[in-house]
C-alpha cells in the first residue's frame, strides 16, 4: 500500500502501482462483453452529443410548419427530409435526439458530481470525526433518506422553480445520501488499518489523512455508485420532465420529450417511443458499464 | 437484542423530529398558496384572500403554526384537507389501501419471479440462461417506468383489448369498502366474479410497478447466491457428494436469501410511498398521486402530514427490516 | 397470456350475468374527483357536474343543449320597473330527496331559497364558515354579493330578492351553480347535531338523481331521485367513474367501460368517430384563449408595438399545432356565437413584413419580450407550452427576443396579474353565463386592472361604453353599445386574441338523447340508454 517510512510518500512509485491497478481493472472489466458494449454505446452517444451541432440534420428548434407529426420515413406517409419524423410542432425528432443527448448525458454527469463530491465530504466528516458530527450528518442523511426520493425532488423543484439546473440539483440532493453512507462506512473500516495509524504518527493533519490517505483506498465503491447514480438520474430527470418539471422549453431533453408527446399515444406512436427507446439504450449502456467496473473492482467476484 | 432495538428506536427520534421540520416548511416556502389556487384564473379579493387565511390561522407567526402542528400531531390531528375539507387522515385512509395492495402486489409479483430466476442464474453462471437472465433484469432495471407503463396500455389495452385502462373493479361490482383493499373487499362482498375482475384491473400495473424490483432482487439473488456457493461449507457438501440440488436448497439458498430478504423489505417501503410514476400512468387512486396534487393546490395540511404519515411508513418498514436482519444475522448488532 | 384471457372472458361474463339486467345504468368517465359536494364553495366544472347538475336545482337554470334562461323551481318571476326587484314565483309539490342520510319532512318552499342565499350573504351566519377555510367565492367573485341587498320571504311560495342598483347583468347568475338550493331542514339538523361539515360530503337536493356514495378518487354513485318534480329520470342509476387520462378514457369507452366521456383528445377526435358505436359531439365552446400583453410596460404601452406583434403571427399554425385544427379562430374576445360579437371582427392579418416595418417605424429596435406559457392545459388551451414554442417562432422571425418564462400555476395565476409583471402571459377564461359582460367587462375593464384584466389595459372610452352596456335592459340596444367597444378593442390591441376551442364529447351509440352543454356543463336529464 502507501509507503509507510516516510512522510511524504513517493510519488513514482504510487503511480505506477495505480497504473498497474489500472490495468488489471481494465483487464477484467474487458473481459466482460456486456461492459464492452456498454462502454462502445456509451462512447457513441457522447460523440453524438459532442458533434450535435454539425452531424444533427436539422437545428433541433426549427419548425416545419408544413410537416407536422409526420411519421419515420419508413412507414407511410414519412418524408425523406425526417429520417424518424417530426413531433407536433414540425421539429425534427432525429435531431431533438441528438442535441437531446447533451441534455442527459450533462444531467448525469453534473448530477454524479455534485452528488459525489458532497457525498464524499460528509461521509468523510462523518467516519473520520466520529462523535457528534456523524451523528448530526448521518441524521440529516436519515431525513432525506425517510421520503421517497422522486416525491422529495419533485417538492424541491417547485420550491426552487422549474427548470433543467434546478432539476439536477435537486436531483443531486436526494442521490447524495447515499455516497455519504458508503464513505463512512468504508472510512471507518479503513480508519484503523495500520497504514492510516502510521501515516498519522508520521504527523500527517486531518485533511492530508482523510483525502490522501483514506479516501484513495475507498473508491472502488464509489466508483460503482456513481455509475448507478449517472443512470439513475438521467431516469429521475426524465420521470421530473414527465412530471412537467423538468427541461423547459424549446429545449429538447428526453423526458420533456416524452411528457410533451403523452397525449399522441394512440395516434403518432414515434412521438413517445422513440425518446423512451433513446433513455433506455442510455440508461442500459450506462448499467452495463456500472456492472462490469463491479465486477472488476470487486476482489471478491475475481476469486471465485 | 432489546438494547439494539432501544437504540435504534432513538435514533428515530431526531430523525422524526427533522421529517416534521421538513414536512412543514417546505410546503410553506412554495410562492402561493390554496385560496389562490382555488380562486383559478377568476382570481380573489385582497380582504377576501387575507380573511381566509386568517381563518386558517396562517396569519400567525411561523414558528407558532409549527408549534400548534406539532402538538395537533401529538393528539393526533393531521388537519383538515383545504381542498376537500375532511380530515386528512381520513383523505389519507382511503387512498392508502390502494397503494399498499398495489405494492403487495408488485413485490409479490417480483420476488415469486426474482429468487428463481436470481437462483437458476447462479447454478448456470456464465451458461446462456444466466446471460439471458441476467440481461432481461439489466433491462428491466433500466427502464423509465412511466414509458414502459404507456407502452404496454398501448398494446395490452389499446391493441389487444386484454386488460382495462385504468381503474380497480368492474363498474358493474358495487359494494361499500371494508378494507380498502379491493381484492379482500370483492371476496367479502360475495358477488360472484368480483375477485377476478380485481385482479385483472391489478394485472397491469402490477407488472409495470414489479419491473424494477423484480430486476433488483433476481440481481441481489444471483450475488449472493454465488458468494455463498463459494463459501468452504458448501464446498464441502459438495465434496462429500451431495447431488447438487440438495446443495443449493439445503446449504446455500438458506443462507444466501438473508441479503435478499434485506433487498425484498428495503423495497417494500420504496414501493409504498414511490409508486408515483405508475399511479400517474394508470391514474390509481393512491397517495403517490394524491400527494403530487396536493403540492400542485399548496394544500398545506395534506402535503405536511402526509409527508410525515409516508415518511413514518418508510422508516418503520426499514427499522423492522433492520431488526430482522440483526436477528438474522448477530453479528450486525454490535457494531 | 391464456389466464389472462380466461380472466378477462370470465370478469365479463359475470358482469353480463350478474350486472343489474333490469336497472338502467350509465357511466360517465369523469375527468377528475369532484372538491365537495356543495357547489357554493367551489369553482370546477368537474364538482359542479358532481354535485349541482346532478344533485340540486336552482330557481331558474339553462336550458337543456343551450344557455337561455328556462323556469326550474321557481315557475315565473317578475322585474320591477327599476330593475331593483326580482319577485319569484315558486314551483309547488317539489320533493326533497330521501336518503340513508336525510329524511324529509316537508317540501320545497321559500323557506330553503332564504337559506341558501343567506348562507352565503350573511357573515354572522353560522355557515358563513362552516368547514375550515370555506369561502363562498363565486357568490363574492362574480360581483353577486356587491349587488346584493336583501332576500325575503313573502310567503311560503314567493320570494323577493332586492339589489342595490339596477343592472342587467345580475338576474343571469340564478341559474349558475353557487345558487343552488339546498334544504333549510336538512341544514338544521347538521346544526343541531354539531355536524354541520356533513353538508359538503353527503348533499341532499331535489335535483334529478340522488347521491348514494363517494369512493375517493374512483367512482361517485347515484340514482334516479323518485319523486322528482319533473318525474323521475329515465336512467336508473348513474355512475361518475373518474378517470384523469383523457387516453385511458376513449380506452374505456371503446371497450364499453364508459357510456360517456367528457374530454376526448381533439386530435384523436377523427379516429374516434370512426368507430360505429361511438357518437362524438362538438360544440363551439363559451371560452377563448389569448395573450394579454402588459400594456402599462414599455414598449408595450405603444399601440404600434402590439399591433405589429399580433401581424407577426399566423394563428393558422398555431390553430393546427396547440388545437389539433379543433378550435375557431377568435374574432372577439368574445364568442362569436354571443349576440354580442360583433360579426364585423376580423381574426387579423398575418404579415411578418409589414410587422418588422411597423416596429422599425415606431422606432423600436432589439425588441425583447418575455412571455408567459401556462404549464397546465385548460378548455380554452389546451396546451400552453406548445403555443409558447411557436409564438417563439414567430417572433423571432420579425427580430424580436423571445423567452419564455413559466412558474407553478398558482404562482402564474397571481404574478400575472400584477400591475409591473413583465411580459405578455397567455391565459383565458370560460364563460360563466351567456352574458357579454362575463368576458368584455370582467377580462377588460378598469375595475379589472391588478386582477382580471391581465393586459392591465384601462381604456376609458371602452370602460364607457362597457358601464352604459351594463345599466342597459334592451338586447339590441346593449349589443350596439358592445360593437362599438370591440371596434376599440381591435383597434388598441391589448389582447393578442388566439382561439375559441371546440368542446368535444363522445358518448357510446346506446346512450339517447343527451345533449352537449355548450357552457361545458355535463348533464344527465333526460338522458336514456338503449336497453
Known amino acids: 500500500m502507501t509507503d509507510i517510512t516516510s512522510p511524504s510518500p513517493a510519488p513514482a512509485p504510487a503511480a505506477a502501482h495505480r497504473l498497474a491497478g489500472l490495468r488489471e481493472v481494465w483487464f477484467y472489466f474487458s473481459h466482460s462483453r456486456g461492459a464492452v458494449v456498454g462502454l462502445v454505446v456509451f462512447v457513441a452517444l457522447v460523440l453524438v452529443a459532442l458533434l450535435a451541432p454539425w452531424i444533427a440534420p436539422h437545428d433541433p428548434v426549427f419548425q416545419y410548419r408544413d410537416a407536422f407529426l409526420t411519421p419515420p420515413v419508413w412507414q407511410e406517409g414519412g418524408d425523406p427530409r425526417f429520417l424518424l419524423g417530426t413531433d407536433a410542432i414540425g421539429r425534427d425528432i432525429l435531431s431533438r435526439l441528438m442535441h437531446g443527448a447533451r441534455y442527459s448525458l450533462l444531467i448525469g454527469a453534473v448530477v454524479v458530481s455534485l452528488s459525489l463530491v458532497g457525498g464524499i465530504i460528509l461521509g468523510l466528516l462523518a467516519g473520520y470525526f466520529r462523535g457528534w458530527v456523524d451523528a448530526l450528518i448521518m441524521r440529516v442523511m436519515d431525513i432525506i433518506l425517510a421520503f421517497p426520493s422522486l416525491l422529495l425532488a419533485l417538492v424541491l423543484v417547485t420550491v426552487i422553480g422549474p427548470g433543467l439546473f434546478n432539476a439536477m440539483l435537486a436531483i443531486a440532493l436526494v442521490l447524495q445520501p447515499h455516497f455519504a453512507r458508503l464513505t463512512r462506512a468504508a472510512v471507518i473500516s479503513e480508519t484503523n488499518r495500520e497504514y492510516v495509524t502510521s501515516a498519522r504518527l508520521a504527523g500527517a493533519g486531518h485533511v492530508r489523512l482523510m483525502f490522501s490517505t483514506i479516501l484513495p483506498n475507498c473508491l472502488a465503491p464509489l466508483i460503482v455508485q456513481a455509475t448507478l447514480s449517472f443512470s439513475s438520474a438521467i431516469l429521475d430527470a426524465a420521470a421530473l420532465g414527465f412530471l412537467g418539471l423538468g427541461a423547459q422549453p424549446p429545449i429538447p431533453e428526453w423526458g420533456t420529450m416524452l411528457a410533451d408527446s403523452r397525449e399522441f399515444i394512440t395516434r403518432a406512436w414515434w412521438v413517445i417511443t422513440i425518446p423512451g427507446i433513446a433513455i433506455l439504450v442510455t440508461v442500459l449502456a450506462i448499467n452495463l458499464i456500472g456492472d462490469g467496473l463491479r465486477d472488476a473492482l470487486d476482489p471478491k467476484l475475481k476469486r471465485s | 437484542m432489546l438494547r439494539f432495538l432501544l437504540k435504534r428506536l432513538a435514533l428515530l427520534i431526531p430523525t422524526f423530529i427533522g421529517v416534521t421540520i421538513v414536512a412543514f416548511f417546505f410546503i410553506r416556502i412554495l410562492p402561493g398558496d390554496p385560496v389562490q389556487v382555488l380562486a383559478g384564473e377568476r382570481g380573489v379579493s385582497p380582504e377576501r384572500h387575507a380573511e381566509v387565511l386568517r381563518q386558517l390561522g396562517f396569519d400567525l407567526p411561523l414558528w407558532q403554526q409549527y408549534f400548534n402542528y406539532l402538538g395537533d400531531i401529538f393528539r393526533g390531528d393531521f388537519g383538515t384537507s383545504f381542498a376537500s375539507k375532511r380530515p386528512v387522515i381520513y383523505e389519507f385512509f382511503s387512498r392508502f389501501p390502494a397503494t399498499v395492495e398495489l405494492s403487495l402486489c408488485a413485490i409479490i409479483l417480483a420476488t415469486v419471479l426474482g429468487v428463481p430466476a436470481g437462483i437458476v442464474a447462479a447454478v448456470n453462471r456464465g451458461k446462456w440462461i444466466d446471460q439471458a437472465t441476467m440481461g432481461t433484469a439489466l433491462v428491466g432495471y433500466s427502464m423509465p417506468i412511466f414509458w414502459w407503463g404507456l407502452l404496454l396500455i398501448i398494446f395490452f389495452s389499446g391493441y389487444l383489448h386484454w386488460t382495462p385502462v385504468s381503474g380497480r373493479i368492474a363498474l358493474s361490482y358495487y359494494f361499500k369498502p371494508v378494507t380498502g383493499f379491493m381484492l379482500i373487499d370483492s371476496l367479502l362482498s360475495g358477488q360472484k366474479g368480483a375477485f377476478l375482475s380485481a385482479l385483472h384491473y391489478l394485472i397491469l400495473p402490477t407488472v409495470v410497478l414489479a419491473t424494477i424490483p423484480l430486476a433488483v432482487i433476481a440481481r441481489q439473488t444471483r450475488s449472493a447466491m454465488l458468494e455463498v456457493l463459494g463459501e468452504d461449507y458448501v464446498r464441502t457438501a459438495r465434496a462429500k457428494g451431495l447431488p447438487p440440488r440438495r446443495v443449493v436448497a439445503l446449504h446455500a439458498l438458506r443462507n444466501a436469501l438473508i441479503p435478499v430478504v434485506t433487498t425484498i423489505g428495503l423495497q417494500v417501503g420504496v414501493l409504498m410511498a414511490g409508486a408515483i410514476l405508475t399511479e400517474t400512468v394508470f391514474s390509481w387512486p393512491g397517495i403517490g398521486k394524491w400527494m403530487i396534487e396536493s403540492v400542485n393546490k399548496r394544500d398545506y395540511f395534506v402535503v405536511q402530514s402526509g409527508l410525515l404519515l409516508i415518511a413514518l411508513i418508510i422508516m418503520t418498514v426499514n427499522l423492522i427490516v433492520d431488526v430482522l436482519y440483526a436477528v438474522i444475522n448477530p453479528r450486525i448488532r454490535h457494531q | ?531
Not at chain 3, 314565483?89 to 321559500?110: C, I, M, S
Not at chain 3, 378514457?249 to 364508459?258: M, R, S
Not at chain 3, 403571427?313 to 393546427?320: H, S
Not at chain 3, 387579423?348 to 397546465?376: C, I
Request: glycine share 8%; proline share 5%; aromatic share 12%.
Open chain 3, 1 to 531: 397470456m391464456k389466464l389472462m384471457k380466461t380472466l378477462m372472458t370470465a370478469a365479463t361474463l359475470v358482469a353480463l350475468l350478474g350486472g343489474s339486467a333490469y336497472a338502467k345504468q350509465l357511466v360517465y368517465c369523469s375527468e377528475g374527483s369532484p372538491e365537495g359536494f356543495d357547489p357554493a364553495l367551489w369553482s370546477a366544472g368537474t364538482t359542479f357536474d358532481a354535485s349541482s347538475r346532478a344533485v340540486y336545482d336552482r330557481l331558474v337554470d339553462f336550458e337543456l343543449g343551450g344557455s337561455a334562461i328556462v323556469p326550474s323551481l321557481a315557475e315565473s318571476w317578475d322585474i320591477s320597473e327599476d330593475g331593483t326587484q326580482i319577485t319569484f314565483h315558486l314551483r309547488k309539490g317539489v320533493k326533497w330527496q330521501t336518503t340513508d342520510y336525510f329524511t324529509p319532512t316537508r317540501e320545497f318552499n321559500a323557506d330553503d331559497v332564504v337559506w341558501s342565499f343567506q348562507r352565503q350573504a350573511d357573515p354572522a351566519s353560522p355557515w358563513a364558515t362552516y368547514v375550515d377555510g370555506a369561502s363562498y367565492q363565486y357568490f363574492d367573485s362574480t360581483g353577486f354579493k356587491a349587488a346584493f341587498k336583501s332576500v325575503e320571504k313573502v310567503d311560503d311560495y314567493t320570494v323577493k330578492f332586492t339589489f342595490n342598483s339596477a343592472d342587467s347583468t345580475v338576474f343571469v347568475n340564478f341559474p349558475m351553480d353557487f345558487l343552488s338550493i339546498g334544504s333549510a331542514e336538512y341544514a338544521a339538523q347538521l346544526e343541531a347535531a354539531g355536524n354541520m361539515g356533513q353538508f359538503n360530503t353527503l348533499p341532499v337536493g331535489t335535483g334529478g338523481f340522488q347521491y348514494v356514495d363517494y369512493q375517493t378518487d374512483t367512482v361517485i354513485r347515484y340514482k334516479a331521485h323518485p319523486d322528482h318534480w319533473s318525474g323521475k329520470e329515465k336512467i336508473d342509476d348513474l355512475i361518475f367513474a373518474i378517470t384523469k387520462e383523457p387516453a385511458a378514457a376513449q380506452e374505456a369507452l371503446k371497450a364499453g367501460q364508459c357510456d360517456v366521456i367528457p374530454y376526448p383528445i381533439p386530435g384523436d377526435v377523427d379516429a374516434l368517430s370512426q368507430d360505429p358505436n361511438i357518437v362524438v359531439s362538438q360544440t363551439p365552446g363559451e371560452n377563448v384563449g389569448f395573450i394579454a400583453y402588459n400594456t402599462q410596460q414599455a414598449p408595450f404601452d405603444k399601440k404600434e408595438v402590439r399591433q405589429a406583434l399580433n401581424m407577426a403571427v399566423n394563428k393558422e399554425a398555431i390553430l393546427e399545432g396547440v388545437y389539433a385544427g379543433k378550435a375557431q379562430l377568435a374574432i372577439n374576445p368574445l364568442p362569436a356565437s354571443s349576440w354580442a360579437s360583433d360579426p364585423a371582427g376580423t381574426i387579423g392579418t398575418y404579415d411578418p413584413e409589414a410587422a418588422k416595418k411597423m416596429l422599425a417605424d415606431a422606432g423600436v429596435e432589439n425588441l425583447s419580450l418575455k412571455l408567459w406559457w401556462m404549464p397546465v392545459a385548460r378548455p380554452y388551451n389546451p396546451n400552453g407550452k406548445r403555443m409558447g414554442e411557436l409564438l417563439q417562432a414567430d417572433w423571432s422571425a420579425i427580430g424580436v427576443n423571445v423567452e419564455l418564462v413559466s412558474m407553478d400555476w398558482p404562482v402564474y395565476l397571481e404574478e400575472s396579474s400584477k400591475v409591473d409583471r413583465d411580459g405578455a402571459v397567455m391565459i383565458g377564461w370560460g364563460a360563466d353565463n351567456a352574458d357579454p359582460d362575463n368576458f368584455l367587462g370582467v377580462l377588460l375593464s378598469c375595475a379589472a386592472v391588478g386582477s382580471n384584466n391581465r393586459a392591465q389595459w384601462c381604456n376609458e372610452d371602452y370602460d364607457a361604453l362597457i358601464q352604459k352596456a351594463k345599466g342597459t335592459f334592451d338586447q339590441a340596444e346593449r349589443a350596439a353599445i358592445y360593437f362599438e367597444a370591440e371596434k376599440i378593442f381591435h383597434e388598441e390591441a391589448p389582447w393578442l386574441l388566439l382561439a375559441h376551442s371546440n368542446q368535444y364529447l363522445a358518448h357510446s351509440k346506446r346512450v339517447l338523447n343527451f345533449k352537449q352543454d355548450p357552457l361545458g356543463f355535463h348533464r344527465f336529464d333526460g338522458v336514456d340508454v338503449a336497453e
